[in-house]
Structures are given as C-alpha cells and as structure tokens.
C-alpha cells in the first residue's frame, strides 16, 4: 500500500463506507420504516415538549415513562390471559382490535399515572421551594435511574418474577406482520399501517386539544407568561398536572405502538436510547412546538435509516444525533422554532 | 373540553378503524379458529428446542461424538481431605446476557455439590462474583476476586471482552482463569501464564461453521452480520474469511449491543436475498432479529454461533427460531448430567453447563490431591490430562486445548 492515501481512500478502507448503492435500493423500504419509528419518537416527543413548554424543564425521566408504558401494556395483556411465547396469538379482528386498544389503555394508564405522580413526588416540592433549573435537571436524570433501577430489582420481587429483571420479556404478540400492499416496491405491513395511523391521530388529537378547548388554552397561557395566566384565574399547578398527563397518556400508547412493531423491547432499559431520540426529535422540530414534535419525530425516524443504509447500519444513533447538531447550527431554536406560548394553531 | 368531544371521539372511531386492518391479517395468516380468550392456540413455539446435530472439524465434516463413560467424577472416591477452601466464579449473572453466566455458575455448583457430598473430609465453597458480562464492571470486580485469599482458582471470565479486560489482573496474582466460554482466539497471545479455555476458539470455530455452511449445506451466498462485541467481531471476522466467496460484503451489517429494531438491516439483507444469515453476537440482540428478519419475508437461514446458542433464543424468537443452525463449541449436555441438573436447579441446562461442570471437575480433582494454592492448582491444570463429560481435555502450552471441535445444533 502506498504511503500517501487519499481521504477517499481512507473512508473507503473501512473507517466509513459511503454505500449508495444500499440506499436507492432500500429508499422506499427505509422511507416507510423510518416513519413508523418517526411516528413513535413524535408522540413521545410531545411529553418532552409539552413539560418544557410550561415549565422550561427537560424531562428526562419521560423516557422511562414510556419504558413503564411498554410494561403497563405488557401486564394488561397478561391481566386478560395472555401468557407470553414467541408466536402471535391469532384472535379474530374484533377479538385482536378490542385487545390491542386494552392493552393501549393499560399503557396510557401505567405511563400516565406515573407521569403524574413523577411530577408530584420529584418535581412540585422543588417548585415549592424555588429550586434553580440546573436542580431540576438533575432530579430528572435522577428519576430517571431510579425508574430503571425499580423496574429491574424491585418489579421483579414484587410480581414473582413475571415482570422486570434483567432480562427482555418473553413477546406477547396479538399481530402477525402481513404485507397489505406495495409503494414503488417497498412492502407496506398491517403493523406499520397501524402505527403510522395511530400515532398521527393520536398527535393530531392532542394538537386540536391545546389548540381548541379551555385546558389546551390554559396550558398555552401558562406557557407563554405564568404569572399573568395566574392573574387571569388559571390554575398554574392543575395545568402543570394536565400537561405531565398528556405527556404520560401519549407516552403510553407510544408504548404499545412500539411493542407491536418491536415485541422483544419490553425491558428495563428499553426506554433510554428512545427517550433521547425523542427528545432530539423535539429539539429538531423546535422544543415546545407540537407540530415540531411531530415534524422532528417524522424526520429524525427516516433520517437514521436512511444513514444506517448509507454508512452503515451500526451508524444509527450517531446519523441521528450528528442531524440534530447540523439543524441546530443553523436553526439554533429548531426548524419550526420554539412555539408553545404563541401556539399558532 | 366541551367544543372538542365530538372530534375526539370521531379520532378514536378512526384509531379503532386503524387497528382493524391489524386484526385483519392476524386471522387471514392462520386457519386457526379464533378463541374466545387470551388462551393458546395450536402451533404453540413451546416445543421447539436446540437439538444437538453433528460434530465437526475444521474442515466441516463429520467426528463422531466423545464417549463419556471414562469422564472424570467430581465425587472421587470420598476420602479427599483438604482444608476448606474456596472456587471463585466470574461472569454475568444479572442484565441482559445473565443466561450464560449461570448455566455456568449451576454447572459448576453440581460439581462441587456432588464433591462436597461425597468428600465430607473436603469441603468447597463456590463464591460468585458478577461482572453482567460487562468488561468496565468486570475491572471493578477482578481486584475483589485476587484479593480474596481464600480463592485459589477461578473460573471465568465467561466473555472474551470482560477477559480481555481484566486476564492481566489475575495473571499478575497468579490465579488459575480457567474459562468455560470465552472464546476470542486472541485471548491466549497475552502472555498470560494462568489462562486456560475448555473448549474451542472461535479461531476453530469460525472456520468450521464456515466450511460446513459452504460444504455440507451448500449457502452460496451468505450475509454476515456482526455486533460490537469483542465476541462478535472477532467471530464475525473468521467466518467470513472462511466463507470466502460465500460471504457476500454488500449485505455485511454491523449492530449495537442493547439495540431491539434491526430495520435498515433487515431491509438490506431482504433485498440482497442471499442464501443464509450469520448472526455473530448474543442472543439478546439475535433473537429480535431473527424475528424481525421472518416477519419481513427473509426465508434465509438463520445461522449463529455459542453467544446465541441458549434457550432464551428459541423463547424470545418464537417460532422464527425454527431451523436456525446454532454452532458452539460447547458439548451437547449427557442424559443423566441434564437430568440432574433439572432436578436440582429446576430449568434446563444450558450453553456451558457441562464445560462448566467439566472445568469445576478438574479443579476438584487438583484441590483433592492435595494442591492447596493457586500456583499448585495452575500446575496441576498445566498437566492435566483426562476426559469430561464433553471431551478430552488436555491443553497446549498456549493455554488452548490439543484437540478442539466444534458443534453443530438446530432448533426443532
């Protein structure tokens, strides 16, 4: 080998492979991949953005909110017969539908709860006491191991080791993946269907509930100058409330949708690389913007696959990560800006 | 709230219209009759399991399986008398690869158990040291394991990574590291002077999966996919260069250790559609991608090596388990040996167990003709020379053993 090498040459030795070949031939498979995944990341984008929003804090203990979800659904499932194996269950439509929107609601309720509860038990004292930002920071991450850690010594103890420990859940799975139909030759499957259309309902929905209704309102007036939405008579602390709930609610469902597509991610640690994508993707979209949650999810989900394929599949979550850096270089606020407070509707 | 109820309530007519097509094609894809309840339905993946199939050499074919009826008794003859001391053991035994550590840490317990109750005169302790397989924990926890003087030898590390972190440690206390599992072909070139491994490198053991792959079943076009582990690197590296021409580099992919969704993967490998799939890495990751891999339409074959040889595999996989090839150099487990071993632990043995069992043997054997240090027990491991219940073990001056073969499982 010669002694001087191009740069080229370099990447091409095996540092970085630039293989575009992969990705045109992978596009439109990648494409609806990365929505799927995209469409997760959105709806527990809204938590992340949503509490800070409102309260200026990242809350980073939402990621294990949703690793509770992927639990609270998990138990559902077990709650009404289902003992875990490595095959799908096969129930008739009515049967896997009514099943699938249990399981959804166990999630939501598990993720909500514990959202609620978080912001009571971490949270409001320190906002009693006037703590700086930097100490809420730091009981989020603080949170955030505790969850982890409850979900992997203490959960196991307390349900005779059906639940939590070391090791992924053995997959309940009600849906068989079953390609639907084709988009310039890429397969389309029921799951990704599902996903794709639940997310953007359930985002939609929550979109059209800070925008339209009294709570959405009060949420937005509290964001954009709380002392003068106390003065107008909103509750501060019952909006504080309402917004971990959402965020909770939607981190649930999240859950579900994600289990349906990854069966065997039901573990303690599952939440934490999500969590941080999400919280990218709110930042890319532009933290405190529901559409930039939903916008940053979508993009950030199809940005990584489409960079897996180029430079490599264990390039994942730097392709992901090194996006957000160049975005916020140039759009520091993100690309829809921060927004909350003026919620253009 | 009041002005927005009918529109959430058309949103969630729409979400439950959405969950319908999933429901569609969970029944189109069975003849099974729909049942009432969450119970099971036929075809259940509770019977599959990892079926022992041939033994191979290097060259891909065929050695016919050891006799065990000479392998050593960690029993003995009931007379030994020692004083009490102690067998460390090292590897993961919580997080997410927990299975392989305690199949060995219960393998090697039926050994010293069985000993202890025929040797009242010599009495072992078995003392568990917990790295999760996790090389950074493994550096905080060798230093407890040398400075316990009641330790005289060790066996584990159970991983190549954890080892290679950490061998130098117990090399320079001059503690046997005596490994049920590590199997990183690299370990041995440290110059390590207490590090002997009861099985086959993946050295031998990439080589002859990849000759049987190309020989015997005849994969002409394969897609080797790695993790980041040491283990899968270096197993990734001596299949493919063993696979030659088989190995196709255009679906070569490479994943994280913890990572659940293998998307980009999966889609790269479907378009490739080659012949067969070679997993190297763990099961906590191929499991996931076996099943991702089935679900969308890849009918490869499934191939993998010892990381994924457990069955956790078949329990996460389900039936996308099913057919996988499973090399390991790892023996299959004797009748009475899984016998016991299921009475006593209650779960089934598994990858490791009988080396585990084999190698506790070995050093029982040493501490009950009288060694009673860890420089007499690396001696008596130097020249060792006897069968175990999975095959002769005998070792070279490296640290490797003479004669080294590989195992070939498929799940059924």
Redesign the interface.
């Known amino acids: 080998m010669s002694a001087v090498m191009s740069a080229g040459q370099v990447l091409a030795d095996g540092v970085i492979d630039f293989?575009v070949?992969?990705l045109v031939?992978?596009f439109w498979?990648?494409t609806i991949?990365?929505l799927t995944?995209g469409s997760i990341y959105a709806l527990v984008a809204v938590g992340y953005t949503l509490v800070y929003g409102v309260l200026r804090l990242i809350n980073f203990a939402h990621s294990e909110i949703f690793m509770l979800g992927m639990f609270g659904q998990y138990a559902m499932?077990m709650l009404?017969?289902?003992?875990p194996?490595?095959?799908?269950?096969?129930?008739?439509?009515?049967?896997?539908?009514t099943?699938?929107?249990l399981a959804m609601i166990g999630g939501m309720i598990v993720s909500g709860g514990a959202a609620v509860g978080l912001e009571r038990v971490a949270y409001r004292p320190l906002r009693k006491r006037g703590a700086p930002s930097l100490v809420f920071l730091i009981t989020a991450i603080g949170a955030s191991f505790v969850i982890q850690e409850f979900v992997h010594f203490v959960l196991p103890k307390l349900t005779n080791n059906e639940l939590g420990g070391?090791?992924?859940q053995?997959?309940i799975?009600?849906?068989?993946?079953?390609?639907?139909f084709s988009v310039f030759g890429a397969?389309v499957?029921?799951?990704e269907?599902?996903i794709v259309?639940?997310a953007l309902?359930?985002a939609?929905?929550t979109e059209?509930?800070v925008t339209?209704?009294?709570?959405g309102r009060g949420i937005r007036a509290v964001a954009q100058d709380p002392v003068t939405a106390t003065l107008m008579g909103v509750s501060r602390e019952r909006v504080i409330m309402l917004t971990f709930l959402i965020g909770g609610l939607l981190a649930g469902a999240a859950a579900m949708l994600y289990t349906?597509?990854?069966?065997?991610?039901v573990?303690y640690?599952?939440g934490f690389?999500l969590g941080i994508k999400a919280f990218s993707a709110a930042v890319l979209g532009g933290i405190g913007n529901l559409r930039g949650a939903l916008l940053g999810g979508l993009l950030l989900g199809v940005m990584e696959?489409y960079g897996?394929?180029l430079f490599?599949?264990?390039w994942?979550?730097v392709v992901a990560f090194v996006v957000l850096i160049l975005v916020l270089m140039i759009r520091p606020t993100g690309i829809l800006g921060e927004s909350l407070g003026r919620a253009r509707a | 709230?009041?002005?927005?109820t009918p529109?959430?309530a058309g949103?969630a007519l729409?979400?439950?219209a959405?969950?319908?097509?999933?429901?569609?094609?969970?029944?189109?894809?069975?003849g099974?009759t729909?049942?009432?309840?969450?119970?099971?339905?036929a075809?259940?993946?509770?019977d599959?399991s990892i079926q022992p199939v041939v033994q191979i050499d290097t060259k891909g074919e065929e050695v016919p399986a050891a006799d065990t009826s000479n392998a050593a008794d960690p029993a003995g003859d009931g007379s030994a008398k020692c004083d009490p001391v102690t067998i460390a053991m090292a590897g993961a035994l919580?997080?997410?690869n927990?299975?392989l550590g305690i199949n060995i840490l219960n393998g090697a317990k039926l050994a010293v158990d069985a000993h202890n109750a025929a040797n009242a005169g010599c009495q072992v302790t078995v003392k568990e040291f917990d790295t999760e397989g996790d090389p950074q924990k493994a550096t905080q926890v060798a230093p407890s394991i040398v400075g316990d003087k009641s330790v005289i030898g060790l066996l584990g590390p159970a991983f190549s990574g954890e080892t290679a972190a950490v061998g130098q440690v117990f090399s320079d206390a001059g503690l046997l590291s005596l490994t049920a599992s590590a199997t990183n072909p690299d370990l041995v070139k440290n110059g390590w002077t207490n590090f002997y491994r009861g099985l086959a490198n993946d050295a031998v053991q990439g080589p002859s999966v990849a000759a049987y792959l190309v020989n015997t079943l005849k994969f002409a076009k394969v897609c080797v996919v790695q993790d980041?582990s040491d283990y899968g690197v270096g197993l990734a590296a001596q299949i493919t260069s063993g696979l030659g021409d088989a190995a196709d580099s255009?679906c070569a992919?490479?994943?994280?250790a913890?990572?659940?969704?293998?998307?980009?993967?999966v889609?790269?490998i479907?378009?490739a559609a080659p012949d067969a799939v070679f997993y190297a890495g763990y099961y906590?990751e191929g499991?996931?991608f076996a099943?991702q891999l089935k679900?969308?339409?890849v009918t490869a074959a499934f191939v993998s090596a010892d990381g994924t040889n457990d069955p956790?595999f078949?329990?996460?996989?389900?039936?996308?388990?099913k057919d996988a090839y499973l090399s390991c150099p790892c023996g299959p487990a004797p009748e009475k040996f899984a016998a016991d071993y299921k009475a006593k632990f209650n779960i089934d043995s598994g990858v490791y167990s009988v080396e585990a069992y084999d190698l506790a043997t070995i050093m029982l054997k040493g501490i009950d003709s009288g060694v009673k240090d860890r420089a007499g027990l690396v001696d008596f491991v130097k020249s060792y020379d006897g069968d175990g219940l999975a095959r002769h073990y005998k070792w070279d001056a490296t640290g490797e053993l003479a004669s080294a073969l590989i195992w070939i499982y498929q799940v059924k």
């Open positions: 293989n070949q992969s031939d992978n498979a990648l991949d990365g995944y499932l009404l017969g289902f003992t194996r490595g095959d799908a269950y096969t129930q008739g439509t009515i049967m896997t539908v099943y699938l929107l070391s090791i992924a053995q997959p799975r009600l849906v068989v993946p079953s390609v639907q397969e499957t029921n799951v269907i599902v259309i639940a309902l359930l939609f929905a059209r509930f339209l209704t009294k709570f349906l597509r990854v069966p065997s991610g573990i640690s599952g690389i696959l897996q394929a490599g599949t264990e994942r979550d | 709230m009041r002005s927005s529109k959430m949103t729409v979400l439950v959405g969950l319908m097509l999933a429901g569609c094609s969970s029944k189109d894809d069975s099974d729909p049942t009432a309840s969450g119970s099971e339905s075809a259940a993946s509770g599959l919580t997080g997410p927990a299975a980041d255009s992919a490479k994943v994280k913890g990572d659940k969704d293998f998307s980009a993967t889609q790269i479907k378009t906590a499991a996931p099943s679900e969308a339409g956790q078949v329990k996460q996989a389900g039936s996308a388990a």
